[in-house]
Structure formats: C-alpha cells, structure tokens
C-alpha cells in the first residue's frame, strides 16, 4: 500500500513556475514508478510525466516536454515535478500515482497505475 499526498499548486500567471511535491508513505514507495496526471474540466485526464523505480527512465508527455521536469528521492520518499514556462492550458488538477515500470507506452497509460492522490489545483492566467 502507497499513500500519496501532493503539495504545491496555486495560482501563477503565465510564463510562471511552481513545483509540485508528492509525498508517499509506505515501505515499498521505491518499487513503483510514479506518475503525474492532470485533468481539466470537462476533460479526460492526461498524462504528464512519469519516472521510473530508479529514477533513470523518465517519459513526458509532448505538451511539457522541455518545460516540465519530473524527479525522484527515494530516500525521502517523494516525486517532483518542476514546471517552468507555464501556460493557460496547463491549468487542471495535478495527481500523482504510484504504478509498475514499464515502456513508455505503458507508464503513461493511467489506467496501469494502482495508487493516487487526492491532487492538488494548478491555475495559470493569461
């Protein structure tokens, strides 16, 4: 079992940044690949960016590939995920989820990952 529970969303104006932080509790946090999804009103929730159990495999969705950066600490349990150059689109709620490794299309796949958190409200204005 993997509890997770994410922190830092708000609101930035665009061109903005913030940094989102999910923390887990649980034994086997470094077993999983973590993942950070989003979804929009009225939208089906997307994938943002997902990292494998060691850190070395990371996969971004082409929406924030070179915007967002997504790591790991497995010492202290936790997923980050850096936004840089934020946009009125990536405005949605932010989960993160805890799930197997595997090929990319796999590991952005939502539906692969068995654990997630409450989420937290990322709002960018124009």
Known sequence: QVHLVESGGGLVQAGGSLRLSCAASGRSFRS???GWFRQAPGKERESVATISWSGG???YADSVKGRFTISRDNAKNTVTLQMNSLKPEDTAVY?????????RGY????????????????????
């Open 107 to 126: 590991a952005m796949d939502p539906r692969t990952y068995d654990y997630w958190g409450q989420g937290t409200q990322v709002t960018v204005s124009s």
């Open 57 to 59: 495999t990371t996969y």
């Open 32 to 34: 999983y690949a973590m």
């Open 95 to 103: 989960h993160c989820a805890a799930g197997a490794s595997g090929s």
